[in-house]
């Protein structure tokens, strides 16, 4: 069956027939399954590329869009679908303590935990403590940081080989956001711990606190606490950072 | 009298743990709420 393109076409235009969909480029129809999705390599790109073209090159892996006036990454420094987090695993409940096991692996140097609460039973501080083979480690933690707050200047919190390391406070229907970096905790090193939080109740605004777990200890999992052993309701998710 | 309740999920196996503390936990959960009670207190009013 012979196709009876349209006449005058200008780059970008596309033309749909028996389901197929073409699209103008580089003074040519070329057929898409998407379009204006292109296979290139870095050396054959598009000539007379349209604004919003998008095209995948097979040399670099790396997707491009025509923005206008070049060629823009669609990703950072790596492919498309080697960037970014790579989600792990989460666990919603009420209970004392909840944890996370078997999520860290040699997979990922970097992990980055998000945690969030809806509900504590009673006023308190947030502990986070490592945990290998399902048992917590409960000393060696050194960690210094500051309690923020929003009539008063911000408050120097620290640990020294402490039972856990302590962040956000935290009361009653105050919602919790706190975000957990942990740098190689299946690696039988010190682990370095960043968290950053906060909890907005009465005058309270978060925590931000650093350091590191000093047990040279291979961890792969973590758990979450309150110092009053409050009931938390509340969900943790954990990610790999991608490294290529 | 009932313990506290620790609950998690393993993310390699996906087998989820809800149950009381055990001796060693809740030794250590007593041990915790002494040792950093005096800590962060309450925002200034």
């Known amino acids: 069956?012979?196709?009876?393109?349209?006449?005058?076409?200008?780059?970008?235009?596309?033309?749909?027939?028996?389901?197929?969909?073409?699209?103008?480029?580089?003074?040519?129809?070329?057929?898409?399954?998407?379009?204006?999705?292109?296979?290139?390599?870095?050396?054959?790109?598009?000539?007379?590329?349209?604004?919003?073209?998008?095209i995948y090159e097979t040399d670099t892996d790396l997707s491009y869009v025509w923005g206008g006036a070049a060629w823009q990454q669609v990703s950072g420094g790596t492919a498309v679908g080697n960037s970014g987090l790579v989600y792990i695993g989460a666990y919603s409940a009420s209970a004392t303590t909840l944890f996370i096991d078997g999520c860290f692996t040699s997979t990922y140097n970097n992990y980055m935990i998000v945690f969030e609460s809806t509900n504590v039973t009673a006023t308190g501080s947030f502990m986070f403590k490592l945990r290998a083979s399902s048992?917590?480690?409960?000393?060696?933690?050194?960690?210094?940081?500051?309690?923020?707050?929003?009539?008063?200047?911000?408050?120097?919190?620290?640990?020294?080989?402490?039972?856990?390391?302590?962040?956000?406070?935290?009361?009653?229907?105050?919602?919790?956001?706190?975000?957990?970096?942990?740098?190689?905790?299946?690696i039988a090193q010190p682990t370095p711990i960043t968290i950053d939080s906060t909890s907005y109740y009465s005058n309270y605004a978060g925590g931000s606190m650093r350091g590191y777990h000093g047990l040279g200890t291979a961890y792969d999992g973590f758990q979450i606490t309150m110092n009053t052993g409050a009931t938390i309701t509340g969900i943790l998710r954990v990610y790999g950072v991608r490294q290529a | 009298m009932t313990r506290p309740i620790i609950s998690g999920i393993n993310v390699e196996t996906g087998q989820i743990v809800e149950r009381e503390y055990n001796d060693e936990e809740y030794a250590q959960y007593l041990a915790d709420i002494e040792a950093s009670k005096d800590l962060y207190p309450e925002p200034p009013a």
Do not use: C, H
């Open chain 1, 1 to 54: 069956m012979a196709i009876d393109f349209p006449n005058s076409p200008t780059a970008g235009d596309t033309f749909t027939v028996g389901g197929k969909v073409w699209a103008y480029t580089d003074g040519k129809w070329a057929i898409n399954a998407v379009a204006g999705v292109g296979v290139f390599t870095s050396s054959t790109r598009p000539t007379t590329p349209y604004e919003g073209q998008v």
């Open chain 1, 135 to 186: 048992t917590a480690a409960t000393n060696n933690y050194y960690y210094g940081g500051l309690q923020y707050f929003t009539n008063a200047a911000a408050a120097a919190a620290q640990g020294s080989n402490d039972s856990s390391m302590l962040f956000s406070a935290a009361t009653g229907a105050s919602y919790t956001f706190a975000s957990i970096s942990v740098s190689r905790p299946y």
